[in-house]
């Protein structure tokens, strides 16, 4: 990541009850992920986000972070790719897209991404997992096990699944329209018995308006042949893994796309709608 050469006017770390370092920088003349351009302090129990949640919905396709930029902060993580292209998950160290034809590939350094969630991955607790377990399910049962619902955990589940449902969209050209008509055009794919990895978070509520509260799932096969943005599924059986990741860095995007997108005002039903 090239040093930047201004500082940033928002990097001032927010204590919140000790536990939560709440980074929020406007960016209005920065991009930088670190005010000193060192991005190792960032390395553990970290959440490194590129734009938010609520932009994405509102269009924002067009990010100012590339892969190789998200890799130096994390292993592990989801979101998308340039111009809306695909559901991206991101597992150790290798960034895939699983594009709106149901085919994945490998993404190159170089690719921008639009929105992205990442950290390194290192599982605070794991555990075997025997099913049939379906996702609702697991989600009553993991949310149940969280030792707090005020911080971000990451999510990943290596196993056989006797079913997994999963979308991806389609890119988009400028003028970019709105996520919730984009997902009228999804692609829903059955994947049937798969084995794999599902690589997500559960969010507190308050992430509400940067990114999704609750679960937020992405898969990708053993085969690297399949996967995408979560739906359902049916666990046969695997191993939990949970990352407590209490800590935050938002990045948003410098672009006039971004800075003149209109999020003020409140969006959580169509985050619903979308994600769900
Ligand atoms: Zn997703």
Redesign the pocket.
Known sequence: MPPHPLHCMALTPLNVHGAIILVLAACLACGCIAGSGDTADYAHDTLYQTSTIDALLEGVYDGDRTMGELVEVGDFG???VQALDG?MILLDGVAYQVCADGTVHVLHDDTFTPFAAVTRYEADVSMELSGPLVLSAFEQEVEALLPSRNITYAIRIDGTFSAMRTRSVPAQVPPYPPLLEVVQDQSVFELGRVQGTVV?FWMPYYVSGFN?PGF???FISDDRMAGG??LDFELEAGTLGIDDTPDLFLDCIDSPLFLEAPLDHETGSSIGEV?R
Do not use: S, Y
Request: hydrophobic share 35%.
């Open positions: 989801l979101g998308t559901e997500g999704v937020h799932l992405h943005h979560v994600e």
